[in-house]
């Protein structure tokens, strides 16, 4: 169930961050209360890698690649955190 519990805290957190890295490229409007919510929930789980790369704009559009690496760390803690999980909660196998 802990190992389950993981993978549901990173989808959630995955379609956040995505939710962000879409607003931003398409240019949503940041004081409509939804988008603000969504920006402010994913704000601290995306300040640790801002400044990585440069974040190319054109008019109001962002592409912040940043996001996009922010993602694939999250999903790699959660992959590693569930595989030591599972490697303590599992009986070692004999042969």
Do not use: C, H
């Not at 949503?28 to 988008?35: D, L, M, Q, T």
């Not at 790369?53 to 760390?73: E, K, Q, S, Y």
């Amino acid at each position: 169930k802990t190992i389950d519990l993981v993978w549901y805290v990173l989808g959630v957190l995955e379609v956040l961050l995505a939710g962000r890295f879409f607003f931003e490229l398409t240019a949503a409007n940041s004081a409509a209360g939804f988008v603000k919510l969504i920006l402010g929930i994913t704000q601290p789980f995306t300040w640790p890698f801002n400044g990585i790369f440069p974040v190319p704009r054109d008019g109001n559009n962002i592409f912040d690649t940043n996001i996009l690496i922010a993602m694939a760390v999250y999903a790699l803690l959660a992959w590693g955190i569930t595989r030591l999980l599972a490697m303590s909660i599992e009986p070692p196998s004999v042969t």
